[in-house]
């Protein structure tokens, strides 16, 4: 499967903006949706400088009918090959150690996983139909285990992994190729936010966007970076609960607000 047409959620700015770099080559359109409009315009003009042709379009991912009505143009205009879902919000307790809280909740799992779902449903019939093609949802290693100061952060990304390990497995008989990625920390405006704890193993956006990228060119179904802190938290979640949360509690994070 060539990715001569791809689309990518979340792509102003962070991975977004690195895997948008990172497949930008003469003969790829890219399609960038995110909020920012000066920001999509920039990173558009840095894809198109490297000899892609790059369309952006601002736009909510939690709109549901707006994304299915671009998503559906774009689809008509050149096939999309490969479904990039990485846009994301996070929040998690606060700084003055207040929880989250209902509202901040409720977005993380209507951004992260409503807004991923989203991008996908309405292009997989057309992609089904013509035989298949390549979908990566960026979903998190807090995916594996969920974490005291990030209840609804852990709660979207894990349940975006088992929708991706589902897609996978209902439609690889049908050429579509689904890749689940649970990365760890990378520099980034969101990871900005986070304070305290141990960003464990922290890498560049550009060294994520491109161990993400070998993943799908080489068509495997998961990709953990790194893999050691994905195992780390696999283990947690095997563990009595009494156990498992004592050692959960010993990592703790604040939050700043902001998205
Ligand atoms: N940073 C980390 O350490 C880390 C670790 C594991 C997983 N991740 C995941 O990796 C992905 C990218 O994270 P990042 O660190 O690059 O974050 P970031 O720098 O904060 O970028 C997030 C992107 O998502 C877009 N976005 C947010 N809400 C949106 C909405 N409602 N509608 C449309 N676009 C929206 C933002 O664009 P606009 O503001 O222009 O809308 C931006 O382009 C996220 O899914 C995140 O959960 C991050």
């Given at each position: 499967?060539?990715?001569?047409?791809?689309?990518?959620?979340?792509?102003?700015?962070?991975?977004?903006?690195?895997?948008?770099?990172?497949?930008?080559?003469?003969?790829?359109?890219?399609?960038l949706?995110?909020?920012?409009?000066?920001?999509?315009?920039?990173v558009?003009?840095?894809?198109?400088?490297?000899?892609?042709?790059a369309?952006?379009?601002?736009?909510?991912?939690?709109?549901?009918?707006?994304?299915?009505?671009?998503?559906?143009?774009?689809?008509?205009?050149?096939?999309?090959?490969?479904?990039?879902?990485?846009?994301?919000?996070?929040?998690?307790?606060?700084?003055?150690?207040?929880?989250?809280?209902?509202?901040?909740?409720?977005?993380?799992?209507?951004?992260?996983?409503?807004?991923?779902?989203?991008?996908?449903?309405?292009?997989?019939?057309?992609?089904l139909?013509?035989?298949?093609?390549?979908?990566?949802?960026?979903?998190?290693?807090?995916?594996?285990?969920?974490?005291?100061?990030?209840?609804?952060?852990?709660?979207?990304?894990?349940?975006?992994?088992?929708?991706?390990?589902?897609?996978?497995?209902?439609?690889?008989?049908?050429?579509?190729?689904?890749?689940?990625?649970?990365?760890?920390?990378?520099?980034?405006?969101?990871?900005?936010?986070?304070?305290?704890?141990?960003?464990?193993?922290?890498?560049?956006?550009?060294?994520?966007?491109?161990?993400?990228?070998?993943?799908?060119?080489?068509?495997?179904?998961?990709?953990?970076?790194?893999?050691?802190?994905?195992?780390?938290l696999?283990?947690?979640?095997?563990?009595?609960?009494?156990?498992?949360?004592?050692?959960?509690?010993?990592?703790?994070?604040?939050?700043?607000?902001?998205?």
């Amino acid at each position: 499967m060539t990715a001569d047409s791809v689309v990518i959620s979340g792509a102003s700015r962070g991975l977004g903006a690195a895997l948008a770099l990172g497949l930008a080559r003469p003969g790829v359109r890219l399609h960038l949706l995110g909020r920012d409009a000066a920001a999509l315009a920039a990173v558009a003009g840095e894809c198109a400088a490297k000899g892609a042709e790059a369309l952006w379009v601002s736009l909510e991912v939690t709109d549901a009918e707006a994304m299915a009505a671009q998503l559906l143009a774009w689809d008509a205009a050149r096939p999309l090959r490969l479904l990039v879902a990485n846009a994301g919000v996070s929040a998690g307790t606060r700084p003055d150690g207040a929880p989250e809280g209902h509202a901040a909740a409720l977005r993380q799992i209507r951004v992260n996983l409503e807004g991923a779902l989203n991008l996908v449903e309405p292009v997989l019939p057309a992609m089904l139909a013509r035989g298949g093609g390549a979908v990566l949802l960026v979903a998190s290693v807090m995916a594996f285990r969920g974490l005291p100061d990030m209840p609804g952060y852990s709660a979207s990304k894990a349940g975006l992994w088992a929708y991706g390990e589902a897609l996978r497995a209902a439609h690889a008989g049908a050429g579509l190729r689904v890749t689940v990625a649970a990365p760890g920390f990378f520099r980034s405006a969101m990871s900005a936010r986070v304070q305290g704890g141990g960003h464990f193993g922290q890498v560049s956006a550009e060294a994520m966007a491109a161990s993400l990228l070998r993943a799908v060119a080489q068509g495997r179904g998961r990709v953990v970076a790194p893999w050691w802190l994905g195992a780390a938290l696999r283990g947690l979640a095997l563990l009595p609960p009494g156990l498992g949360d004592r050692l959960a509690r010993r990592v703790r994070y604040r939050v700043m607000p902001g998205g």
